[in-house]
């Protein structure tokens, strides 16, 4: 079964196709364009500034990929699309898109929860066997999720961030340090020349009985140590950085491990942007090979935002759905039930 995939749910606009048969998943081509350039001038997105960017990339995008993958849209046997969470302009692009898509060449539309997707992220990776059940950690730009997953769609919300999440951190902590958006991969370059010692940032709600993370507590400790200083050197915002990234990691580890004890799951799916971070991977390995957990990361470039992670959702959880009652919810979540 090929599947083309469609994720413009915020600075993004990509385009992928995925073979499925039985268990396993091909990626046969993604492009993936993105405004970041745009939004690091203005310091972060800029709603309208996305969906404007994503209505002229869009066509050309899915175009590309179709090309890329040496097919063509007729061969296509369903198209999948992200319908939130997200920025509603630029859910709008990429919905009323596959929508259109859908109608024209008569093939099934499946709306995927972008979050989902994240997490499905990992089934890309060649020769991997996930199996269930597993622990999801998804920490992006907007959610930092710790999720319980039985089978394939099936999620149980252990818990979410009460404020800012873990990429949010490192975006509002970088502008704190002067530095541009997005701040995550900035922030873990300059996190590896800091000094562990010379600061040390609280771990907020890392030892609660609950899986809730917070992280604008954080973000407020390093405003306070920033404004001891007339100005930041160089070598102080390495250090500064240094000490956000393992309070961070410390926080996430800890508790996705202490969930997946407590459940008695063998699995940790880590996804999202901020997975992408290296030395969050290399503490998480450590920690799995001590406590016997596997440990499954997507490749950096699918840990941001694509659609070959949206079209993969759609392959395992397979629910299409008539094309007028599709819609773009940017409040979609996971349904809680802890
Ligand atoms: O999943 P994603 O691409 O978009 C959302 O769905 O939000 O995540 C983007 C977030 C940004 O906050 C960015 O700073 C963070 O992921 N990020 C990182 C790294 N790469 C991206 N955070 C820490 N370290 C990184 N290497
Ligand atoms: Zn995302």
Redesign the pocket.
């Known amino acids: 079964m090929k599947i083309l995939g469609i994720e413009s749910s915020?600075d993004e606009t990509a385009a992928a196709i995925i073979e499925g048969e039985r268990e396993k998943i091909e990626l046969k081509a993604q492009v993936v364009a993105s405004s970041l350039a745009l939004h690091a001038k203005t310091g972060g997105v800029i709603p309208e500034n996305a969906a404007r960017e994503q209505l002229k990339y869009i066509l050309p995008v899915i175009k590309e990929t179709i090309s890329d993958a040496k097919t063509d849209l007729e061969s296509i046997d369903a198209i999948a699309v992200t319908y939130g969470p997200g920025l509603i302009g630029s859910l709008l692009v990429g919905v009323e898109t596959a929508k259109t898509l859908s109608y024209v060449l008569q093939k099934p539309l499946v709306p995927v929860n972008?979050m989902v997707g994240?997490i499905y992220a990992n089934w890309l990776m060649p020769n991997v066997t996930i199996t269930f059940p597993a622990i999801a950690l998804v920490v992006?730009?907007?959610h930092s999720d710790l999720l319980l997953m039985k089978k394939h769609g099936d999620f149980t919300l252990l818990g979410g961030t009460r404020d800012d999440a873990a990429?949010?951190a490192?975006?509002k902590i970088g502008r704190l340090l002067g530095l541009p958006y997005?701040?995550?991969?900035i922030?873990?370059k300059l996190a590896a020349a800091g000094d562990p010692k010379r600061f040390r940032f609280p771990r907020p709600l890392i030892g609660s009985d609950d899986y809730d993370f917070s992280f604008s507590g954080l973000k407020t400790a390093v405003l306070r140590e920033v404004q001891k200083h007339t100005s930041l050197d160089d070598q102080t915002i390495k250090d500064l950085a240094r000490a956000t990234q393992d309070a961070i990691i410390d926080v996430l580890t800890k508790k996705t491990i202490k969930a997946a004890k407590e459940h008695g799951v063998q699995t940790i799916l880590l996804s999202?942007?901020?997975a992408?971070?290296q030395t969050l991977h290399k503490k998480f390995s450590e920690l799995s090979l001590q406590t016997s957990l596997k440990l499954f990361t997507p490749a950096k470039n699918l840990c941001?935002?694509n659609a070959a992670m949206i079209a993969a959702a759609a392959y395992y959880t397979y629910k299409p759905v008539p094309r007028d009652r599709i819609t773009a919810n940017p409040e979609l979540y996971f349904e809680a039930k802890r």
């Open positions: 915020c972008h994240h992006s730009g907007g990429g949010e490192f975006d997005p701040a995550g991969p922030i873990e999202g942007g901020v992408a971070n941001t935002d």
